[in-house]
């Protein structure tokens, strides 16, 4: 299959359900691919670490949405985007990406590890009534999604009576980081984006009021301490994009994880009989089926990126899922094996922007997986599992589970 075919059946439909064939396909034509003056595709592993690591190739924030994009740009849910640490460029997003560290800290997020064992036994009790009579439960509304969402508005301190709210929300405003996006989609996440500052605003104004042990007290602290080094904005833009973040991504996690797990039966008694492998499955599932399967730079003035030249103006298209599978780095990538050494994928970026959340993402997993296969020893799958038609955000829209198929089971 020629490149440029392989990247538009990755596009369609069929590649997003299984985009795996297509990078099978693409890493035949070597780790950097030039499809036009406009695009270029990296799908090699050293070279989407390098690249990620380029100073020269940009990330699409607001320089490049106002060039390509004109008609877009001062949309809410673009602008919240585009003036996030994540599309920011420096010296913006070292200024941000600092100020932000310094309150979302490695000891935070350890601290944090009680709160996500609380969390999930809780949310295992609710799954455990649910499914008691042996009918199926969504794993992804109960529980990939109850967990995160739990996790990263308990260390924002965003109320529990509105987590759920959430959802839409951010599915609507995140839809944007598609590699294929109409404009129809558009109004529904300038709706969510709307909503999401409305509500942030309300809560920055509360804590700035009355603060609390909490992040956004701290970067409301933040923001006054450094003399307006941290904007109003840019406080927002950033408060959003944590939440979003912070789940959006780990619910797919969860739910790849499981369903990997559900297809290979060995596999799950394997992990039930060593919980301590939890953290060596959990690289293997962002490896072999990542929830963030790609992302973009444009290079302003032109680049050579490994070898190949990409011209002013030119996007670069970094498949992080294709260079988890690159048969240059991976021994028989395509099979799902946990006990792979040095497994390093690149599901969290790197360079610069690498994943702020990964520790957090990193524990969320752990725990969950060991404790859930502990507490229902004869969960199954069930019928009516389906994928959400997303390519970037890689995940399921439900999975349904049996978690006590044989009489008292999982009790
Ligand atoms: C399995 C879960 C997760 C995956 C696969 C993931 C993946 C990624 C990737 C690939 C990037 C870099 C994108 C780029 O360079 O263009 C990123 C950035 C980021 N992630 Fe995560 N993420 C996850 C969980 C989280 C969590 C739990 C948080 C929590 C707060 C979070 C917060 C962020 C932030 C703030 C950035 C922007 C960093 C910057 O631009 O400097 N992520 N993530």
Redesign the pocket.
């Known amino acids: 299959m020629d490149a440029l075919a392989a990247v538009e059946a990755l596009l369609s439909p069929e590649g997003r359900s299984d985009p795996f064939p297509y990078y099978a396909a693409l890493h035949e034509h070597g780790p950097v691919i030039s499809l036009s003056d406009s695009y270029t595709v990296v799908v090699g592993y050293d070279a989407l670490g390098r690249a990620?690591r380029d100073p020269v190739l940009r990330?699409e924030g607001v320089e490049w949405v106002q060039l390509r994009w004109p008609d877009v740009a001062d949309h809410p849910a673009v602008r919240l985007f585009s003036d996030?640490?994540?599309f920011?460029g420096d010296p913006g997003?070292a200024r941000v990406?600092r100020l932000?560290s310094k309150v979302?800290t490695a000891r935070r997020v350890a601290e944090l590890a009680p709160a996500v064992e609380r969390l999930t036994d809780r949310l295992l009790d609710r799954l455990a009534e649910l499914g008691s009579d042996g009918s199926p439960v969504d794993f992804m509304a109960k529980f990939a999604y109850a967990l995160?969402v739990s996790v990263?508005c308990e260390?924002l301190g965003v109320p529990e009576q509105d987590r759920l709210w959430f959802r839409p929300l951010v599915a609507d405003l995140a839809a944007q980081l598609e590699p294929v996006y109409s404009t129809e989609h558009l109004a529904a996440a300038d709706a969510a984006a709307v909503s999401l500052l409305d509500y942030f605003t309300a809560l920055v104004a509360e804590r700035s009021a009355e603060p609390r042990d909490d992040l956004v007290s701290a970067l409301v602290q933040v923001r006054d301490e450094d003399d307006g080094r941290l904007s109003d904005w840019e406080l927002l833009c950033?408060l959003v994009?944590?939440l979003a973040?912070?789940?959006e991504?780990?619910t797919?996690?969860l739910g790849n994880g499981l369903a990997l797990l559900l297809d290979q039966p060995g596999r799950c008694e394997a992990l039930r009989a060593d919980p301590s492998a939890a953290s060596a499955y959990v690289e293997e599932f962002?490896r072999f089926d990542?929830?963030?399967q790609l992302?973009?730079r444009w290079a302003p003035e032109g680049a050579v990126v490994d070898g190949v030249v990409v011209p002013p103006g030119g996007e670069v298209l970094?498949l992080?899922g294709a260079a988890n599978r690159d048969p240059a780095r991976f021994e028989r990538p395509d099979v799902f094996d946990p006990e792979r050494p040095a497994n390093q994928p690149l599901?969290?970026?790197?360079?610069?922007?690498?994943?702020?959340?990964?520790a957090?993402?990193r524990l969320?997993?752990r725990t969950a997986f060991g404790r859930l296969l502990e507490r229902f020893p004869r969960m199954e799958a069930a019928d009516g599992r389906t994928r959400r038609d997303r390519l970037t955000l890689r995940g399921y829209a439900s999975l349904p589970v049996a978690l006590a198929s044989a009489a008292g089971g999982g009790q």
Do not use: Q
């Open positions: 990620l990330e996030s640490m994540l920011s997003h990406r932000v979302f995160p990263i260390l950033n994009l944590l973040a912070g789940f991504t780990t797919n996690l962002l990542s929830p963030v992302t973009a970094l992080m599901s969290f970026g790197g360079g610069p922007h690498f994943c702020l959340g990964a957090l993402a969320e997993g």
